[in-house]
């Protein structure tokens, strides 16, 4: 690879349908060095191209990544480190970054993980004892519990650094890391996600606990709060209840649980390694799946407006879901050469991308955005809309969107 | 006139001196009394925690219990099974003032719930001068369609809260987690209905949204926060009722009952403490639903009462409704702890001068027992006016700085001599909270009451007293209120393009500058516009209803003497509401799932408002 010094940051976006896959090479003194931010999809989301993907960047990097980054646990981020670790564990990898959460040795983060695959364990119990009839109906929370679960084998391997001896490291807000992965010029400070006891509070799962009342898979229910004697048999002797009222109470009793699995699905995006890479004078914004909460702690620092000022590239958040980029962020964001990408598509959630919010970012980067399922496949896929003419800076490949920014 | 708000308690029936012979009649009991915990089960019987609270004697009062305010109806959601319902008026139940305290017997719990919604109810009475009444609706073949429903164990979940739909409140009992040295077990099951807060909390939700329908519309952060904290304060404010507990505090916290922990019964030295007398436990009068913020984990922190200090900036930064308002009851009891102070003042320098001890844990008994009796007092009157400061507020909208011009005018109105200060207390405590007065000139008393409305409204005629809706008067007077909002629309801030409606009409009291009590009415006028979308440039995007009005205090012959307005014309109040919704959907994890629905209130919000 001994071309001309290059003198430009790319950022490639690879299509690999409802998931992130991004490949960042920065031109070092010692020559490319390239950072993997990512590597997943999700099974109702995808559009057949990843393992090509993943043999792209053995190509393009010669085998060698400075740093690898898992933002969040969920399957759209990390399930190709797991599906792939034959081919990762061919690589030379320096470091490996995971948020703080996922941290074994820190037992707030395992308390909480804790918390969250009981809950998530409640959750598949609850879908598992449905008819069809009703999967079909709580088809969009369903994907959220398939995101959810299952990431085990991709995080065993981002915790046993591949098994090639790279330095795997844990993240939270506030740190600062200089020269990452060796890669001299290169700075990130983490944003997100933050470790304090009013954040944590919000990442639990939420108290209501009524999928207790959720048949088990016997069939068996709650145990009864009071002894037998204290039943009346039959219904209330002068006052019976409405069809209604008894309706209503039922409803809240067995109340299906979609709130806790898009909660569960938010808090765990909210776990995100929110990285700020400046270099050459250059700003890049990688913030995983961060929403609300997470965007929320930073934004309200005292200098949220100048490091939104400053940012060059964004990578857009959740997929450009409606609670993933605030509009006091996108007002703030970048001066006159911000980029944008995002990756997409409109399976399995019809709601994601949220039309309004790219529109803004368009606006926003004055059309410099490109969504990732604007590329065409020769694969069947959801198609997003067509690009007329590719903004300044982009290029396109078979499964990939390039973007450049000079230093 | 001078503050002495004692008012003599009404007695069932006289004592006639009776003449010799006659066969002496048996006096009916105006109170009943019933056993209750005075916090929840883990204090069990330490620091006055078994109590008995004094509720108005009802002789048929059915199993249930079915009362005259509330009918208790036990049907659990999740076993779909009923319990049985106690029946108060048996005679070993009435012998012993009520069932013994008991986590594992449903009928304690029934009666608990039972004598707490009560006891606030009674409260509101008492501090409002009238009969309650709960949100107007229900199925009019229902034979209980005028009573709240109350169901102590509806479902599983760590949750209790008021349904407005139901017009009933919902208890929910769940498993305890795990968490070090807590006063739960892990999996014990905790009942959200025998913690005394919880139970009057969701209770004043109820009596608030009977005196206040739009209260409950999310308008702004303010709103729902106004909600949680309304009826935080009305909860906390009944602990000061608790002659034992309060006492026991006042001993163990030398008179300083807003210390957040108490002297342990035994010094420690200068030792680590070795046995648990020797700890400090957290004084429980300034403490919110215990248990259940144990059980809840890293949330109890939230619910501490006077959580947020003077000179704080959480006002520009706290959204979550339930801890926003926590601001707004740290003001309120920020005020009530300067007053008792001020007004124990010179016992503790007469005792001072006598020689006595003031240390903590070892206060003389007459000295405690007064404080105490100032405690009391002070708390029941901040009680009567934060409650009688609803009727002066505005229909719709509510903010914090609403409510403060609120509480002022309508003290000022009761009494007009304030020599303890309490206006400028709260006022101030206000002030140092970042909880600016809505559109008032300055912080000055005088500025901060409502003011006089324009001249030139003649009286409004047609109003008559009314007792409900099986009075003839009773349409008239609705009839005469419309017809004068419609007439006087610009001085009273109504729009003048659109209907208005008189939403409610009800007695009020006040005191006169002579010192007459004088009968005066409160009226709601409220306007709407409908389908107003969210964003105004999509005309696609979900709609909502937005609502204005005007509040009206006026005297017995129809002279207004307030109008307190949110104007449906106030293009900035509009705005700001649209930017409240748009950053409420952005903040639900639901939202970016699924497209957004054609009405706004068809997102969850129902999940923000609902719940202790």
């Known amino acids: 690879m001994a071309k001309d010094k290059p003198t430009s940051i790319r950022v490639r976006m690879y299509r690999v349908g409802f998931g992130d896959c991004f490949l960042v090479t920065f031109p070092a003194p010692s020559g490319p060095e390239h950072v993997l931010v990512d590597c997943g999809v999700h099974e109702r989301g995808d559009v057949g191209t990843i393992q090509k993907a993943v043999e792209n960047i053995a190509e393009v990097t010669d085998r060698k990544l400075a740093l690898v980054i898992a933002t969040h646990a969920h399957q759209d981020h990390v399930s190709g480190f797991g599906k792939f670790a034959a081919q990762f564990r ?216 100048r490091i939104l000022s400053e940012i060059d590239f964004l990578k857009v958040s959740h997929h450009g879901s409606l609670n993933a980029t605030p509009k006091q962020a996108i007002d703030n964001m970048g001066g006159a050469s911000l980029a944008a990408m995002v990756s997409t598509q409109n399976k399995p959630w019809p709601s994601i991308p949220r039309l309004p919010l790219l529109e803004a970012i368009r606006k926003r980067t004055r059309n410099r955005m490109v969504r990732s399922d604007s590329l065409q496949l020769k694969e069947p896929a959801p198609k997003g809309p067509a690009i007329d003419r590719m903004p300044a800076g982009f290029t396109q490949g078979d499964m990939w969107f390039d973007y450049s920014i000079p230093i | 006139m001078q503050r002495s708000r004692a008012r003599s308690r009404r007695v069932g029936a006289a004592i006639v001196a009776s003449p010799q012979l006659a066969a002496p009649v048996p006096r009916i009991l105006p109170e009943r009394p019933l056993k209750v915990y005075a916090f929840d089960p883990t204090l069990g019987r330490s620091l006055g925690n078994h109590m008995t609270v004094r509720i108005p004697y009802e002789p048929d009062l059915k199993p249930g219990p079915i009362g005259k305010y509330i009918a208790v109806i036990d049907y659990d959601g999740v076993q779909k099974k009923y319990y049985r319902p106690v029946n108060l008026n048996e005679a070993s139940v009435l012998l012993s003032g009520g069932i013994d305290p008991s986590e594992s017997n449903p009928q304690f719990h029934q009666q608990m719930v039972y004598a707490v919604v009560n006891e606030t109810v009674r409260r509101f009475e008492f501090a409002l001068g009238r009969r309650i009444r709960w949100r107007r609706g229900g199925d009019p073949k229902d034979p209980l369609r005028q009573k709240l429903k109350v169901f102590p164990h509806a479902i599983a979940a760590a949750n209790a809260f008021y349904d407005r739909e139901m017009r009933a409140l919902l208890f929910g009992y769940f498993a305890a987690e795990s968490a070090d040295f807590s006063v739960n077990l892990p999996g014990q099951l905790v009942f959200t209905c025998l913690s005394h807060d919880v139970v009057a909390h969701e209770a004043t939700h109820a009596l608030v949204d009977g005196l206040r329908e739009h209260f409950t519309e999310p308008t702004s952060l303010d709103t729902p926060a106004f909600h949680e904290a309304f009826a935080d304060i009305i909860a906390l404010f009944q602990h000061f009722s608790y002659k034992e507990a309060l006492l026991e505090t006042i001993q163990r916290s030398g008179g300083f009952i807003h210390a957040p922990q108490l002297a342990p019964e035994t010094s420690p030295g200068n030792r680590t403490p070795l046995v648990q007398t020797e700890l400090t436990p957290t004084n429980p009068m300034v403490e919110l639903a215990r248990q259940f913020g144990e059980a809840m984990g890293p949330r109890k922190a939230l619910r501490a009462a006077l959580g947020t200090p003077p000179e704080s900036l959480d006002i520009d930064v ?68 934060c409650i009688r400061a609803l009727d002066y507020c505005p229909p719709v909208d509510i903010q914090f700085g609403d409510f403060l011009r609120a509480l002022i005018t309508a003290d000022t109105d009761l009494v007009q001599e304030d020599p303890f200060g309490y206006r400028a207390a709260i006022a101030e405590a206000f002030r140092l909270r970042g909880i600016r007065p809505v559109n008032a000139a300055s912080w000055s008393e005088e500025s901060l009451c409502w003011p006089d409305p324009e001249g030139g409204i003649s009286p409004c005629q047609g109003l008559q007293p009314q007792r409900g809706a099986a009075d003839p008067s009773f349409r008239g007077s609705y009839i005469a209120l419309s017809k004068f909002g419609k007439a006087n629309a610009a001085a009273l801030g109504l729009s003048q393009e659109t209907k208005v409606q008189a939403f409610s009409f009800r007695p009020v009291h006040r005191v006169g500058p002579d010192g007459q009590l004088r009968l005066g009415y409160v009226a709601e006028l409220v306007q709407k516009r409908d389908k107003v979308p969210l964003d105004p440039q999509d005309a696609k995007s979900p709609t909502f209803t937005f609502h204005g009005g005007s509040t009206l205090l006026l005297d017995a012959d129809g002279t207004v003497r307030y109008a307190i307005a949110k104007g449906l014309d106030d293009e900035k109040r509009l705005a700001a509401q649209r930017g409240y919704y748009e950053r409420l959907a952005t903040s639900m994890a639901a939202t970016a799932y699924r497209e957004p629905p054609e009405e706004i209130f068809e997102l969850p919000f129902a999940a923000i408002h609902r719940g202790f």
């Open chain 2, 318 to 385: 706290v959204t979550e409704p339930h801890v926003r308002g926590s601001i707004l009851v740290a003001a309120i009891f920020d005020a009530f702890f300067t007053i008792y102070i001020r007004r124990t003042r010179d016992l503790l320098r007469i005792a001072r001068a006598g020689g006595l001890s003031l240390t903590a844990g070892d206060l003389n008994s007459d000295l405690a027992n007064r404080l105490a009796g100032e405690a009391t007092k002070t708390a029941q009157h901040f009680q009567n006016i």
């Open chain 1, 90 to 305: 061919k690589f030379r990898i320096g470091e490996v970054w995971m948020p703080w959460t996922e941290d074994r040795q820190n037992p707030k983060a395992v308390k909480l993980k804790q918390k969250h695959r009981a809950a998530i364990a409640r959750l598949q119990m609850y879908f598992a004892s449905l008819p069809p009839s009703a999967e079909q109906r709580a088809g969009d929370v369903l994907q959220a519990i398939n995101n959810l679960a299952g990431n085990e084998p991709a995080l065993e391997q981002l915790h046993a650094g591949f098994g090639v001896g790279a330095k795997v490291r844990f993240w939270k807000a506030g740190s600062f890391a200089s020269a990452p992965g060796d890669i001299i010029g290169l700075d990130a400070r983490i944003l997100g996600p933050p470790d304090d006891p009013d954040f944590l509070a919000r990442m639990d799962p939420p108290p209501s606990q009524h999928y207790l009342t959720a048949k088990t898979g016997d069939g068996a229910q709650a145990p009864p709060p009071f002894a037998a004697k204290w039943i009346q048999e039959g219904a209330f002797p002068e006052y019976p209840l409405s069809k209604g009222e008894l309706a209503s109470i039922q409803k809240y009793a067995e109340e299906p649980p979609d709130a806790l699995a898009f909660a569960l699905d938010q808090a765990i995006n909210n776990t995100s390694l929110v990285a700020l890479f400046s270099f050459g004078g250059k700003y890049l914004l990688f913030p995983g799946d961060a929403q609300y909460g997470n965007w929320q702690y930073w934004l309200q620092g005292q200098d949220s407006n």
